[in-house]
Nanobody
Framework: VQPQASGGGLVQAGGSLRLSCAASGRTFSGYLMGWFRQAPGKAREFVAAISRNSITYYADSVKGRFTISRDNAKNTVYLQMNSLKPEDTAVYYC????????????????WGQGTQVTVSS
């Protein structure tokens, strides 16, 4: 599985973006899929994850604003981001892994290139 993220851009505070992560490979549906982000000078942090059975998990900082979903028929996972804040500015990465510790980047074995999200105040 090789994920590839897209959909980033520049948006004003309060706006919305939808990130997509298309993954190659026939075993996509069997993977835990996660979104992480990394701001300049900061460590990579967990944003959201969705299990093989579509159970979702969120960081407290995005709960209620972001929604993760997956479409196994399209080998794609999405991150709908609403009510964006300047502190959401980061490079966003999607990754595929086996879990079970969905917050731990080391649980993810396949990483895509990041997509930049910039939220202006």
């Amino acid at each position: 599985v090789q994920p590839q993220a897209s959909g980033g851009g520049l948006v004003q505070a309060g706006g919305s973006l939808r990130l997509s992560c298309a993954a190659s490979g026939r075993t996509f549906s069997g993977y835990l899929m996660g979104w992480f982000r990394q701001a300049p000078g900061k460590a990579r942090e967990f944003v959201a994850a969705i299990s093989r059975n579509s159970i979702t998990y969120y960081a407290d900082s995005v709960k209620g604003r972001f929604t993760i979903s997956r479409d196994n028929a399209k080998n794609t996972v999405y991150l709908q981001m609403n009510s964006l804040k300047p502190e959401d500015t980061a490079v966003y990465y999607c990754a595929a892994g086996s879990g079970p510790y969905y917050r731990d980047p080391n649980q993810y074995v396949h990483w895509g290139q990041g997509t930049q999200v910039t939220v202006s105040s």
